[in-house]
């Protein structure tokens, strides 16, 4: 079933987080770049401090009962001791905060006139100080997009995360690389109108950003976190957006999701269930559940300190189960719910009996919680601690469905879904970061980076049409690719025809990803050596593509490799000559029955022994040459 | 009516936030220019340009706002600090005790996210609020004596703190005392206390945070669980300094408090005992003895404490350098110092250049000592031509005496001795080792 966004009032923001292609971090002088391998490891914990559990966050408190340890991996070059939290940052890296200054103008934003460096908590080891540093540099402004204008609630320029390599439960591993990279995170104003019209505000803002020639492009370097909301329910963040055709279904997804929420609401009003009764009784039923056959309880049951708990949920009966789409039901919310506290077995009255959970179990629940026929119960189970955690989380989920959609953050899965990720934090964690002092922004610096602002999207396009002679199409492929700035370093470089090395960098490379290829396996610098190579005479233009098969097929490891693996050898203008010649003394009997006519046969057979090994166009004029002699004989 | 707090306002700032009545705190709606903004009013870095105000905005992101710039000012709610209730703690009579002093430093604190405001957080309730591991090991008293960062404390400050480690150990309630402290100058504090309380019956441990407590990442935690954990478990009396052993959150190592030196300034294992290992580790909760640790300690004991208290600070530390101008002795010498702590070369030189001053200085009473600036090792001063000059000037080799070491020790053996040449030469307090172990500390 399709739902009308209009009449669902569906808002979308988004959040964009684009990282800066600067020479060095935020805070410190070490590149932006990825290790090979780490040099060093080491380990930390982190505390909530004292206010975070002076309020009630849930979210908060868990990751504090879990005190896991968290280790880091660093590598010479990518990270340094301001990353390992034993060196206090250095200031402020100018070139990023240029390169947001310039967005803000971009964006008509209003730059604050003392920036403050502010640490916001965040304490899932992300981070190695528990915080991650972020200042707001412009509020206000706007973006035009086709016919509509969005506004720009507020650009913050802020440091990236430490990436995560491993979480086993017990130990997380990150990877320190990416921690402090410069990111600039612009925020919009939430939008209505299709999911698709919602995406061209996203691309648009994406392509304005990279015109500006100063973003890390690739995989990763743009994250948008998006916050979804129709009428009635509350605002539900998704992060973890990474592709703009995932987020059209992620907006579909949540549209659905909360619309169905909504529904079961609304009958849980009819009902007139009330929201302080859930949970009303608990009971602990590890003793009924102990006597089932089913294998799920037996894991729980036979595992140390483990308990089964019983919540009684007044009037919800038939309503956990309820599915106004499909897929979308309290129940798998609450599955998701209890997987936060690393916990697996959930299971509702309304899903019972199942599981290998009999009839008799489930009457004795029902017998020892005093149900009434129209109320439902839910049974969690697993480790005490998180028992004890997840049933207040579970009680609070079910108080929260009478209302409809829980303000919540998920995350989006790859196929355009959303699970549960954390509550929302409360009020914003932050306090002054003390080690760097306030940043004034004068009238001077503003007015010395107005030309670097960034020319719209059109013009840009405009542009590399006119200098490199490329058609249109060939132009707003180029600029979409990952694969502009390397385009623009070959084609200053080298004689190669720039509509040949664009060409090579955006069909060819689609057409060999579509053909399930990995182009993250070729670097700039391999493309860069190839076209080199080309430049050199040393391979041919049909070359290219058979390397770049190679190397994206993971065959190689270098051009040379490739080169040697693709059978590509180039041949002296002799030993071309005599290829020819074979292939015309080969052919002599068709060559003197159809005189010139046999010409485009030769071609092919010439081409199908010195493909890769000698140029096109040059094996073509030799043999046209070697031809004229033969039939002017 | 109270003269409202100026929250570090200066200049035309003050001014604006005094005429329109707003404080640090109080909601307020700035309007200038641009538009209207919203938010807390923040206090000021007393450094700062007083060009600007700084408000909270609602996002929790500040920003600065030119004076010049602001139309008006108005304060839409009066600051009302929110009472925070500390958490009731149930104290466990059978846990051993800890007095824990307190000088300075942030080993335990709190941040007010509304005003962005850190404080110290030293009630037990707050202690155990921050490091609830500690209430499982020991019933803690607390005890705020100063407050202090460390590069502002002085002899006589040393004082105070051996005094009060000694009305604590004189009540007989505790089974060791902790001594939270500054980092910049917490081993001249060990060194002192190290002389200043001999026959100590318990240990005393001192312990800071080299990443202030109100962040998550904080060692202080750890160091804190360390200290307590060491001075309740270790057989041992004495003066020690627990900090983290490497960077890692895993370890705290035990140094003994004339032979440990801050040797970095930012890493959470800046603290190193120099040529010896430090004398144990604590890690999960257990005080693991080094064995490689060639000091010989003292056993707890119910001996009466020894307190000698006093310090004369007219000891100059001087570090020699190429171009070492030898006037500055004279300078010293005149200016009425007791002693000087030569920082010299390698194995205890100063250029030739120096002699005739430090000859002057010898005579005139002086008690010239030299230690190493190589900082480990020995000094040796028979090997060279230099070192034999000058121990025939007066000068007084001090082993591997730490140079810093040398200095409080001068000045407490000043205050306390009647033949300070013959004090500075012998080990008190393990500031001399017999013998330096081969693999490196």
Redesign the interface.
Same mark, same amino acid.
């Given at each position: 079933m399709t739902l009308d966004p209009a009449s669902l009032d569906l808002k979308v923001g988004f959040e964009i987080h684009q990282q800066l292609a600067t020479k060095s971090k935020l805070f410190c002088n070490c590149g932006c770049k990825e290790a090979d391998s780490y040099d060093y490891t080491?380990?930390?914990?982190?505390?909530?401090?004292? %206010?975070?559990?002076?309020a009630f966050d849930p979210a908060a408190m868990f990751e504090a009962s879990k005190m896991r340890t968290v280790e880091y991996m660093s590598a010479t070059g990518s990270s340094c001791?301001v990353e390992?939290?034993?060196?206090?940052p250095h200031d402020v890296s100018r070139e990023a905060l240029e390169t947001a200054l310039i967005f803000s103008l971009a964006l008509n934003s209003?730059v604050?006139?003392?920036?403050?460096v502010?640490?916001?908590?965040v304490?899932d080891g992300s981070n190695?100080?528990?915080?991650q540093r972020?200042?707001?540099v412009a509020s206000?402004g706007h973006l035009d997009v086709a016919s509509k204008r969005v506004g720009v609630q %507020?650009i913050?320029l802020e440091e990236d995360a430490a990436k995560l390599i491993e979480d086993d439960k017990q130990v997380r591993k990150y990877d320190l690389d990416r921690l402090g990279v410069p990111l600039v995170e612009i925020a919009l104003d939430p939008v209505t109108g299709k999911p698709d019209e919602i995406m061209q505000v996203a691309l648009t803002l994406g392509r304005l950003l990279r015109a500006s020639r100063r973003v890390a492009r690739g995989l990763g370097s743009i994250r948008q976190d998006v916050n979804i909301s129709v009428q009635n329910g509350a605002v539900v963040e998704v992060k973890g957006v990474q592709q703009l055709d995932q987020l059209i279904k992620v907006i579909e997804h949540e549209m659905q999701r909360q619309h169905g929420l909504i529904v079961i609401a609304e009958k849980l009003k009819e009902r007139k269930v009330d929201a302080g009764k859930v949970g009303d009784r608990i009971e602990d039923v590890t003793d009924i559940l102990g006597k089932a056959q089913s294998k799920i309880v037996r894991q729980i049951v036979d595992a140390p300190d483990s308990t089964f708990r019983a919540i009684r949920v007044p009037g919800f009966a038939g309503m956990i189960g309820l599915e106004p789409y499909k897929d979308i039901r309290l129940g798998k919310e609450l599955g998701k719910l209890v997987g936060f506290y690393d916990l697996k077995g959930v299971f509702h009255s309304d899903e019972l009996p199942n599981y290998g959970i009999t009839e008799n179990e489930v009457a004795a629940v029902r017998e020892k919680l005093e149900m009434a026929a129209d109320d439902a119960f839910v049974i969690v189970g697993g480790p005490k601690d998180r028992v004890e955690f997840a049933s207040a989380a579970i009680i609070s989920r079910l108080k929260a469905a009478i209302a409809g959609v829980p303000a919540e953050t998920r995350s989006a899965t790859p196929d355009g879904k959303t699970v549960f990720l954390r509550p929302r934090p409360g009020?914003?964690?932050?306090?002054?970061e003390?080690d760097i002092?306030?940043i004034?922004v004068t009238e001077s610096t503003l007015a010395s980076l107005t030309d670097s602002v960034p020319r719209s999207w059109d013009e840009v396009i405009k542009s590399l049409m006119k200098k490199y002679g490329l058609n249109e199409k060939l132009a707003k492929e180029i600029f979409d690719s990952d694969y502009l700035d390397v385009f623009e370093e070959i084609a200053g470089k080298t004689k190669t025809p720039p509509t040949f090395i664009a060409s090579k960098l955006t069909e060819d490379v689609t057409s060999l990803q579509r053909q399930g290829m990995n182009a993250s396996a070729l670097t700039y610098d391999m493309i860069k050596e190839a076209f080199a190579k080309l430049d050199n005479s040393a391979i041919a233009k049909e070359s290219i593509i058979l390397i770049f098969e190679k190397l994206m097929k993971k065959q190689a490891q270098t051009v040379e490799e490739a080169i040697k693996a693709a059978g590509i050898t180039s041949i002296s203008d002799e030993e071309l000559s005599a290829m020819i010649d074979k292939v015309i003394n080969d052919n002599m009997a068709a060559v003197k029955e159809k005189g010139a006519n046999s010409l485009g046969m030769l071609m092919g057979r010439v081409m199908a022994v010195a493909r890769g090994k000698a140029d096109g166009q040059k094996i073509n004029a030799m043999l046209k040459e070697k031809m004229q002699k033969l039939v002017n004989q | 009516m109270a003269k409202p707090d100026s929250g570090g306002y200066r200049g035309a700032g003050l001014q604006l936030l005094s005429r329109q009545g707003v404080s640090v705190g109080d909601s307020v709606r700035v309007a200038t220019e641009d538009g209207e903004m919203f938010g807390v009013l923040m206090p000021r870095y007393e450094l700062a340009s007083d060009d600007y105000i700084v408000i909270k905005l609602k996002s929790g992101y500040n920003t600065g706002i030119q004076v010049g710039r602001i139309k008006s000012i108005t304060k839409l709610q009066k600051n009302e600090a929110a009472a925070t209730k500390a958490p009731e703690i149930i104290e466990d009579d059978r846990l051993p005790k800890i007095a824990l002093i307190s000088t300075g430093g942030t080993i335990a604190s709190k941040i007010d996210y509304r005003t962005g405001g850190v404080r110290a957080a030293l009630s037990a309730s707050e202690l155990y609020a921050s490091v609830p591991e500690l209430a499982s090991h020991a019933s803690i008293d607390p005890e705020v004596l100063l407050s202090e960062y460390s590069e502002n404390l002085k002899p006589e400050h040393w004082t105070m703190i051996a005094e009060k480690v000694v009305e604590k150990i004189r009540t007989g309630k505790y089974r060791g005392i902790v001594v939270s402290h500054g980092t910049d100058t917490m081993h001249y504090t060990a060194a002192a206390l190290s002389f200043a309380l001999q026959n100590l019956p318990v240990p005393v441990v001192l312990v800071g945070a080299q990443r202030s407590s109100d962040r998550p990442s904080s060692d202080a935690a750890l160091n804190l669980l360390g200290a307590t954990i060491f001075a309740i478990k270790s057989e041992y009396a004495g003066v020690f300094v627990a900090m983290h052993a490497g960077t890692s959150d895993d370890a705290v190592a035990c140094h003994i408090g004339t032979r440990v030196r801050k040797n970095h300034t930012s890493r959470r294992d800046a603290f190193e005992s120099i040529d010896v290992t430090p004398v144990a580790l604590v890690r999960n909760g257990a005080v693991e003895m080094q064995e490689k640790s060639m000091i010989e300690l003292a056993k707890r004991s119910d001996d009466k404490i020894d307190a000698k208290t006093k310090f004369d600070d007219r000891v100059a530390l001087l570090k020699y350098h190429p171009g070492f101008d030898p006037k500055l002795i004279e300078h010293i010498a005149a200016a009425g110092y007791k002693a000087i702590i030569l920082e010299g070369t390698g194995l205890g030189h100063v250029s030739k250049e120096c002699f005739l001053a430090l000859q002057k200085a010898v005579d005139v009473g002086v008690i010239v000592c030299m230690t190493s600036q190589c900082i480990w090792g020995r000094v040796r001063m028979t090997v060279y031509d230099t070192g034999r000059d000058l121990l025939g000037i007066g000068v007084i080799p001090l082993s591997d005496m730490i140079s810093e070491t040398a200095t409080v020790k001068a000045m407490w053996a000043l205050a306390n001795t009647k033949n300070v040449k013959k004090t500075m030469q012998e080990s008190i307090a393990n500031e001399i080792s017999s013998s330096i172990p081969i693999e490196k500390a």
């Open positions: 080491f380990m930390r914990r982190l505390r909530p401090t004292q %206010s975070e559990l002076g001791l390992a939290d034993e060196e206090p209003k604050m006139d003392e920036i403050h502010m640490r916001k908590i304490i190695t100080t528990g915080f972020t200042m707001l206000g %507020s913050c009020a914003a964690r932050m306090y002054p003390t002092p306030p004034p | -």
